[in-house]
């Protein structure tokens, strides 16, 4: 079992980030500028499949101020969510 943060259920991101098949440092730099598209207290979703973004996604939301929701897994890939601030 993963200590990762999980999503709440239905969550309604206004903003979707497809960053799969992209590995570090690619998803994260994606996430930098897609982030500037939302607005304050809304939810950016990113779909990736680096494990790397488990701890960089998080992290960088710490560092950032943004709000890290949590994590869902899928079918080959996962998505994060994010909630800007």
């Known amino acids: 079992m993963s200590d990762a943060k999980t999503a709440p259920e239905g969550i309604k991101p206004n903003r979707t980030l497809d960053a799969k098949g992209l590995s570090c440092p690619m998803p994260l730099l994606r996430t930098k500028k897609e982030i500037d598209k939302v607005a304050a207290g809304e939810i950016l979703e990113i779909l990736g499949t680096d494990p790397g973004s488990r701890n960089d996604l998080p ?24 909630r800007k601030k």
Do not use: P, T, V
């Open 59 to 82: 992290g960088w939301c710490a560092r950032s101020g943004h709000e890290y929701l949590g994590e869902k897994e899928d079918a080959g890939f996962i998505r994060f969510y994010i």
